[in-house]
């Protein structure tokens, strides 16, 4: 099955902005893999298979090879951060900015800043290259709730209409990073399978 190609997706935005873009280039599920409990799907092209993971998983299975490409928002990838993947293309889908926020309300105090996220590393790496300082805590989601009950003094999250910020007394004060989703590549893969790949990078090429 060397010459089989998996492409490694996660349920919900990106799923929902991949498939019609994998439609365009030909591709397309045996089932609708979001009413489906199969986590490795068939398609039409009875060499190429979608697999589906958790977002934060995806590079980490192009990164080991179980996928041999994968499709993974930048904000993922900053945090994964390896040099073992390639990143040849901007699929300009599920697009959002990297924020920093605070309540409204934000009143400076003494004492480190406390800043809660789900992107320790990122937001660690822009507070270093300022020279600041921070505890860092580690939240997996609802970010926006750790000001409100004082638990961080900002926030690091993804915010595309802001309506989550809004809604929660918060407002953006520093854009870290524009974000959208990648087509990722393992490295090994990029040689063996290197003109299906090739393929599959210039057909999306096409229509982004
Ligand atoms: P998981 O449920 O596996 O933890 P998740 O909740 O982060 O993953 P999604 O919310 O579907 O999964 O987000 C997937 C990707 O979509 C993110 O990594 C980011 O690149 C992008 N994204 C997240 N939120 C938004 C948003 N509000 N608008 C546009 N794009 C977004
Ligand atoms: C994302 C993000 C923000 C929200 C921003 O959450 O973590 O909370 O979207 O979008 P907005 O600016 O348009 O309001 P998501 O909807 O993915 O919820 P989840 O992280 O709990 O899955």
New binding site residues.
């Given amino acids: 099955m060397t010459s089989s190609l998996t492409i490694a997706i996660?349920?919900?935005?990106?799923?929902d902005d991949t498939l019609p873009l994998l439609e365009k280039v030909g591709i397309v599920p045996e089932e609708n893999p979001d009413k489906s409990r199969k986590l490795i799907l068939g398609t039409n092209q009875p060499d190429i298979n979608l697999i589906i993971v958790?977002?934060?998983?995806v590079p980490t299975y192009v990164e080991y090879g179980g996928a041999d490409v994968g499709i993974?928002?930048?904000?993922?990838l900053l945090e994964h951060d390896s040099s073992e993947l390639y990143e040849p293309l901007d699929l300009g889908?599920?697009?959002?900015r990297l924020m920093l926020a605070e309540l409204v309300q934000y009143k400076t105090r003494n004492g480190r800043l406390r800043v809660a996220t789900?992107y320790t590393r990122t937001t660690r790496k822009y507070f270093t290259e300022q020279g600041i300082q921070v505890e860092i805590i580690k939240l997996?989601?609802s970010m926006e709730l750790a000001p409100v009950l004082g638990l961080a003094d900002k926030i690091v999250d993804?915010?595309?209409?802001g309506n989550?910020l809004k809604a929660n007394g918060l407002k953006a004060t520093d854009t870290i990073c524009e974000?959208?989703?990648r087509l990722i590549v393992n490295k090994a893969a990029m040689k063996i399978k290197r003109d299906k790949i090739k393929q599959l990078i210039s057909s999306l090429e096409k229509i982004v």
């Fill in positions: 996660s349920k919900g935005r990106i799923l958790r977002a934060t998983d993974a928002g930048k904000d993922i889908i599920a697009k959002c789900k997996y989601g993804l915010v595309d209409t989550t974000i959208s989703s």
